[in-house]
């Protein structure tokens, strides 16, 4: 048990619809990280957050969204959705900013789109 | 764009031997890299980072090489275990220690025991 929580693991919905995905870090940890996996592809860099605020941007569509609350814990809210968002989303969170070496991370959700 | 590739999706050794995975990268700017272990339902788990300083790093059974000038990095299992078997991903990083990594597609490594 890395110690990060995702929930829900599962989700189907059909296209057009909107999902939130949420995330509970490591105790004590500020950084959460967002990746997506699709089939066959690596991770994905979507966003980063720290102590609240977003620290870095990667691929994220415009369609997706997250935040990081006061609690620490993140939530990405995918929109309109299309059958190619199917996916792995893992969330990842470590203690200090520049922590990936650090980061541990959940068991991601999977996303299916249909 | 993969700005990082892993060319061989599935690796199979003797328990005992080593075990080699490779990683290329495209980005000459990459500077600090990562690689991760996964098993099935499980998220990655860090396992071995090396910075562009270095050509080297090692770290008990695994040892993680680096070439610059041919932009591949490899890593070294030995001797391989069973508990070994999992899904290796390489990662890569503009700047260390970094926010934003790109990681490969994965090898699939499974040791014979």
């Known amino acids: 048990d890395s110690g990060v929580t995702q929930t829900p693991k599962h989700l189907i919905t059909a296209t057009g619809q909107r999902v939130t995905l949420r995330c509970s870090p490591r105790s004590g940890d500020l950084s959460v990280y967002w990746y997506q996996q699709s089939l066959d592809q690596g991770l994905q860099f979507l966003i980063q957050?720290?102590?609240?605020?977003?620290?870095a941007k990667g691929n994220i569509l415009e369609r997706f969204s997250a935040q990081q609350f006061p609690d620490l814990h993140s939530e990405l809210n995918l929109s309109s959705l299309e059958l190619g968002d199917s996916a792995l989303y893992f969330c990842a969170s470590s203690p200090r900013q520049g922590g990936m070496s650090e980061a541990f991370f959940g068991q991601g959700t999977r996303l299916t789109v249909v | 764009d993969q700005q990082v590739k892993q060319n061989s999706p599935s690796l199979s050794v003797q328990e005992g031997r080593i075990s080699i995975l490779n990683c290329d990268y495209t980005n000459s700017m990459f500077d600090y890299f990562l690689w991760y272990k996964k098993y099935p339902a499980e998220g990655p788990t860090f396992l071995i980072s090396?910075?562009?300083?270095?050509d080297k790093n090692e770290d008990g059974r695994f040892t993680v090489f680096l070439n610059k000038s041919a932009k591949h990095l490899s890593l070294h299992i030995v001797p391989s275990q069973p508990g070994d078997s999992a899904v290796y991903f390489c990662a890569a990083s503009l700047y260390s220690p970094g926010n934003q990594f790109y990681f490969g597609t994965g090898t699939s490594l499974t040791v014979i025991p």
């Open positions: 090396i910075s562009s300083i270095k």
């Open positions: 957050y720290y102590n609240g605020e977003e620290r």
